[in-house]
């Protein structure tokens, strides 16, 4: 791929499974030149789930595409010597070891920005080095638990669980990009390049808190930490004569849209009582629960209709496979189809629109190894007087 906002910018990439391969498969994506390093066994996401090829599963595939993998053995000398190679050339170097193992393999920051001064250097950690948990192993269900996302899906469905997603990880690769990009444009204005640290624990702290932190956050704390309305039990997509729709009926201009198309029995007990959106903030469950038994009388299609006759948000319940076939997401041309040896892959693409250097998908993900001879042979190439 040519073009694309990054293009030009060459990424050494140490990361694996989902938080830093969903950080630089956007970069690819953007037009970077992406360099995979793996050991010989390769990434483990190679091999969590299915795919047209040993090692091709389709988590893989999907956060690798437009990326050139090569194999290194970073525990002998040839490897590490390939590696500093590489880093010398690089505008950015990324890794998600555990700071002692990327230390005593001879790369931390200390020992890539000697090879080139004005690097971008990301970690990308489960707890930050500077606490207590340096060292501990992490994985998108521990950060999901200790973050707070498990005890309020507890709040909101009675059972404490994990959501139906991997979002610790990609929450996380999403702010090391930014954080990344952020390096990036200093370095643009001032020359100066850095060391940058991006952990999955604080990360989801942060995330959950925006909201939840709440009252908790004044002293002395106003309310516990936690945002009801997000939380309420009856919050949740409404049944409907066929199905189920969601809605948010929300603001002071949807609910009185409502109010007047649907005349609910109810709003003569409730109407002083949710006159106003401070009002219904204070029992959002019961609004909640009333709307629910108000919506029960028409199907889906019928409240998808007048919900957008009156502006209100509302949205039909789709699965991911459904995402495919969605009219909307098709019109903007948001999946693209690309031809690999193991048959064409629909990727769902890039989300964001730029007018003078748009992204698009980078290309098929790497076989294992498959660009070491060319890489190498480019550095041999740089390396000729």
């Known amino acids: 791929m040519t073009g694309g906002p990054l293009a030009g910018v060459r990424i050494v990439d140490l990361t694996a499974v989902v938080m830093g391969p969903y950080c630089t498969q956007i970069m690819a994506d953007m037009g970077a030149d992406v360099i995979k390093v793996e050991p010989a066994e390769g990434d483990n996401a190679r091999h969590i789930s ?4 040993p090692g091709m599963s ?3 595939v999907n956060v690798n595409r437009g990326k050139r993998s090569v194999v290194l053995d970073l525990t002998t000398d040839d490897g590490k010597a390939a590696l500093r190679a590489l880093i010398a050339g690089a505008d950015v170097f990324i890794h998600s ?14 020992d890539v920005v000697s090879l080139n ?3 971008v250097y990301t970690n990308c950690y489960g ?3 500077r606490g207590p948990g340096a060292d501990l192993p992490a994985y998108d269900d521990t ?9 309020v899906q507890g709040l909101l469905t009675g059972q404490t669980t994990y959501v139906g997603t991997i979002v610790a990880d990609k929450v996380a690769g999403l702010t090391a990009l930014y954080a990344t990009m952020m390096a990036l444009f200093h370095r643009e204005r001032t020359g100066e390049g850095q060391e940058v640290e991006v952990s999955m624990f604080e990360t989801m702290a942060t995330f959950m808190l925006v909201e939840h932190a709440n009252g908790a956050m004044f002293t002395p704390a106003l309310s516990p930490a936690v945002y009801p309305r997000t939380v309420a039990r009856n919050r949740k997509p409404y049944p409907t004569k066929d199905g189920h729709v969601a809605v948010l009926i929300y603001n002071d201009k949807h609910w009185n849209a409502f109010v007047e198309a649907v005349a609910p029995p109810w709003i003569e007990e409730y109407g002083e009582a949710f006159s106003s959106l401070e009002r219904r903030a204070k029992q959002i469950d019961v609004m909640y629960g009333l709307i629910a038994q108000t919506l029960l009388e028409r199907t889906t299609a019928e409240w998808l209709t007048l919900f957008r006759e009156l502006e209100i948000p509302a949205a039909p319940i789709q699965t991911p496979a459904e995402l495919f076939d969605d009219p909307h997401l098709n019109a903007v041309g948001l999946f693209e189809t690309v031809q690999t040896p193991h048959g064409p892959v629909r990727f769902p693409g890039v989300p964001t629109w730029f007018s003078r250097t748009p992204g698009r998908v980078a290309g098929p993900a790497p076989e294992l190894g498959a660009d070491t001879a060319e890489v190498l042979a480019e550095l041999a190439a740089t390396d000729e007087p």
Do not use: E
């Open 50 to 53: 299915v795919g047209p090829a």
């Open 58 to 60: 389709g988590v893989f």
């Open 97 to 110: 070891m555990r700071a002692r193992a990327i230390a005593k393999l001879g790369f931390a920051y200390d």
């Open 117 to 119: 001064p004005a690097i």
């Open 127 to 129: 707890y930050s080095r």
């Open 143 to 151: 950060i999901q638990a200790q973050s707070g996302l498990a005890a």
